[in-house]
T-cell receptor, first 114, second 112 residues
Framework: DAGVTQSPTHLIKTRGQQVTLRCSPKSGHDTVSWYQQALGQGPQFIFQYYEEEERQRGNFPDRFSGHQFPNYSSELNVNALLLGDSALYLC?????????????FGPGTRLLVL | GENVEQHPSTLSVQEGDSAVIKCTYSDSASNYFPWYKQELGKGPQLIIDIRSNVGEKKDQRIAVTLNKTAKHFSLHITETQPEDSAVYFCAASKGGSYIPTFGRGTSLIVHP
């Protein structure tokens, strides 16, 4: 059973550029959430996608956008990159069932903005 | 919104000792409390979770306790091993969103 996969593993960009990160959820999961994890911090929620719609959004600017495809995979796009966007970007998948959701994380994409 | 405080930030123990990590949360509506282990260069891995209708849960050497009245929950690891060395995160979430709010993490170091 494949877990959550993310690509690429590492990425280096310069300020002002745009980046796209990709995520494939765990088999059978239909919901994808994205998090930003700065060094030494816990993950911070960016947004969540379910049924190809943004379901919830955290406190991140509009430069952060996303998409979910019919096969439940997802992309995170960040425009006009800032130095402060350097972080580990984590994707987590879950299944909307019953009354609880447990999130399973991928290995992350480490983004460095120079 | 929810605020999760986690202590200590660093915990150093000898192999075989027990380790305890404590978290408090602010939103009394929170009802799901997962714990994650994050090894260097990897994503967080769920190790145990507890729901608000349960006061304690155990899984081999790992246990979690929840005190809803005091709004705090703890992770207990017994007979620690060097491979337990990692950063541990607590989190809290509630029905309707289930988006976890994470603590800042505890770096556990187990010395052989």
């Amino acid at each position: 059973d494949a877990g959550v996969t993310q690509s690429p593993t590492h990425l280096i960009k310069t300020r002002g550029q745009q980046v796209t990160l990709r995520c494939s959820p765990k088999s059978g999961h239909d919901t994808v959430s994205w998090y930003q994890q700065a060094l030494g911090q816990g993950p911070q929620f960016i947004f969540q996608y379910y049924e190809e719609e943004e379901r919830q959004r955290g406190n991140f600017p509009d430069r952060f956008s996303g998409h979910q495809f019919p096969n439940y995979s997802s992309e995170l796009n960040v425009n006009a990159l800032l130095l402060g966007d350097s972080a580990l970007y984590l994707c987590a998948s879950s299944l909307v069932s019953g009354s609880q959701e447990t999130q399973y994380f991928g290995p992350g994409t480490r983004l460095l903005v120079l | 919104g929810e605020n999760v405080e986690q202590h200590p930030s660093t915990l150093s123990v000898q192999e075989g000792d027990s380790a305890v990590i404590k978290c408090t949360y602010s939103d009394s509506a929170s009802n799901y409390f997962p714990w994650y282990k994050q090894e260097l260069g990897k994503g967080p891995q769920l190790i145990i979770d507890i729901r608000s209708n349960v006061g304690e849960k155990k899984d081999q050497r790992i246990a979690v306790t929840l005190n809803k009245t005091a709004k705090h929950f703890s992770l207990h690891i017994t007979e620690t091993q060097p491979e337990d060395s990692a950063v541990y995160f607590c989190a809290a979430s509630k029905g309707g969103s289930y988006i976890p709010t994470f603590g800042r993490g505890t770096s556990l170091i187990v010395h052989p």
